[in-house]
């Protein structure tokens, strides 16, 4: 069974910062894409950032102040987001594109990391 783990979420006041941590774990043969989302309370999930095969994608609101990045020997995937905001309050989620053992791409997502920016 592939799954991923988010960790790293909490709450921190506004201009902090934090970082996030996507894990993969299980039969996995190769990554290919991973990204972050985040939802809002009564909001839409949204696309924060991507990256594949190191080229890097982010939402217009987060540029400049988070980094994407991975790490393919850990199959680990990382969010370092600064001079965070209230409205970014959000459960963050970890997606990735995997092929585990079966052969077969797999959209995979995490159960989410709660973030709370509020002083």
């Known amino acids: 069974q592939v799954q991923l783990v988010e960790s790293g979420g909490g709450s921190v006041q506004p201009g902090g910062s934090l970082r996030l941590t996507c894990a993969a774990s299980?039969?996995?043969?190769?990554?290919?894409?991973m990204g972050w989302y985040r939802q809002a309370p009564g909001k839409q999930r949204e696309l924060v950032a991507t990256?594949?095969?190191?080229?890097?994608n982010y939402a217009g609101d987060v540029k400049g102040r988070f980094t994407i990045s991975r790490d393919n020997a850990k199959k680990t995937g990382y969010l370092q987001m600064n001079s965070l905001k209230p409205e970014e309050t959000a459960v963050y989620y970890c997606?990735?594109?995997?092929?585990?053992?079966?052969?077969?791409?797999?959209?995979?997502w995490g159960q989410g990391t709660l973030v709370t920016v509020s002083s």
């Open positions: 299980g039969s996995i043969v190769a990554i290919d894409a």
């Open positions: 997606n990735a594109r995997i092929m585990p053992t079966t052969g077969w791409y797999l959209e995979v």
């Open positions: 990256i594949t095969s190191g080229i890097t």
